[in-house]
């Protein structure tokens, strides 16, 4: 049964850098879209950005190009990394797995339990 | 870009209601909605894809129908562990804004 995990510093100043990891266990991370969304204190969700394990990526144009996904399939993990962080990026941030191929969309059928990232000096 | 919204932002019910969510996009998603139910402090969970199939595991008493701009969620006999929120999404991975179903 694949799991999620997410990982990442739990703080980060503002103008930074937010970086955070999502490892994939129990299966492998081929084959598959993975996506970062997020949700902040008392809102809505909010999708950030989606990668193929070959390296395509697709993002939030809300966010304004300050997304960047990357994917490690040695390592069963994918990156996500937010610059220039505000205050509005504080959030709970989830990874999941995104089940689409050509024709079809699946939804989100994998989730992480989710890690909080706030934006303090 | 396409915009989702729901109805109502907040539905208050009771154990053994009929639930009925409505999620509408700004143009035409054909079948490809998704739908979530999300507790306090935990990941979402999927329910529902492509506007009708239920996910794995999930009761039958969670049903979804619709296609092109117009989509509901009805929980046929609402259970004490349904009281959540839920989210609607689609394709392009934009989400609507959400329906709290509490406790009348």
């Known amino acids: 049964q694949v799991q999620l995990q997410e990982s990442g510093p739990g703080l980060v100043k503002p103008s930074e850098t937010l970086s955070l990891t999502c490892t994939v266990s129990?299966?492998?991370?081929?084959?598959?879209?993975w996506s970062w969304i997020r949700q902040p204190p008392g809102k809505g969700l909010e999708w950030i950005g989606y990668?193929?394990?070959?390296?395509?990526?697709n993002d939030n144009p809300s966010l304004k190009s300050r997304v960047t996904i990357s994917v490690d399939t040695s390592k069963n993990q994918f990156s996500l990394k937010l610059s220039s962080v505000t205050a509005a990026d504080t959030a709970v941030y989830y990874c999941?797995?995104?089940?689409?191929?050509?024709?079809?969309?699946?939804?989100?059928?994998?989730w992480g339990q989710g890690t909080t990232v706030t934006v303090s000096s | 870009d396409i915009q989702m919204t729901q109805s109502p932002s907040t539905l208050s019910a009771s154990v053994g209601d009929r639930v009925t969510i409505t999620c509408r996009a700004s143009q035409s998603i054909s079948s490809w909605l998704a739908w979530y139910q999300q507790k306090p402090g935990k990941a979402p969970k999927l329910l529902i894809y492509?506007?009708?199939t239920l996910e794995s595991g999930v009761p039958s008493r969670f049903s979804g129908s619709g296609s092109g701009t117009e989509f509901t969620l009805t929980i046929s006999s609402l259970q004490p562990d349904d009281f959540a929120t839920y989210y609607c999404q689609q394709y392009n991975s934009v989400f609507g804004p959400g329906t709290k179903v509490d406790i009348k």
């Open positions: 999941a797995r995104d089940f689409r191929d050509r024709s079809s969309w699946y939804g989100m059928d994998v």
């Open positions: 129990g299966g492998s991370i081929r084959h598959y879209y």
């Open positions: 492509k506007a009708s």
């Open positions: 990668i193929y394990y070959t390296g395509s990526t």
